[in-house]
Nanobody
Framework: QVQLVESGGGLVQAGGSLRLSCVVS????????MGWFRQAPGKEREFVAG????????YYADSVKGRFTIARDNAKNTVYLQMNSLKPEDTAVYYC??????????????????WGQGTQVTVSS
């Protein structure tokens, strides 16, 4: 059973920074492409960032390019999302997700098999 636990959310002023972490249980973390998604009230869940298994390829939504950075530490079974220059429109519940082992990276939430419980990020103006 694969379990994902996010942390690092909170309240921050516009222009500030947060770093989200997601620890993944299991011995094959390095084989899972990982992604971060977010969902604001009344909106659909949307892709934020994705990373391939060996930290070679990263992908970002246009709305966060240049401000957010995704990274992974396979030795710690952890994926991170560094969020800088935060804006009020970044306010949402942020979820980390894992695809099946040895599958490709995806921008579609429907193609992720495992999800964390989410962590709230609130950016005040």
């Amino acid at each position: 059973q694969v379990q994902l636990v996010e942390s690092g959310g909170g309240l921050v002023q516009a222009g500030g920074s947060l770093r989200l972490s997601c620890v993944v249980s299991g011995r094959t973390f390095s084989s899972y492409p990982m992604g971060w998604f977010r969902q604001a009230p009344g909106k659909e869940r949307e892709f934020v960032a994705g990373i391939s298994t060996r930290d070679v390829n990263t992908y970002y939504a246009d709305s966060v390019k240049g401000r957010f950075t995704i990274a992974r530490d396979n030795a710690k079974n952890t994926v991170y999302l560094q969020m800088n220059s935060l804006k009020p429109e970044d306010t949402a519940v942020y979820y980390c997700a894992a695809r099946g082992p040895y599958s490709g990276t995806s921008l579609s939430a429907h193609e992720y098999n495992y999800w964390g419980q989410g962590t709230q990020v609130t950016v005040s103006s």
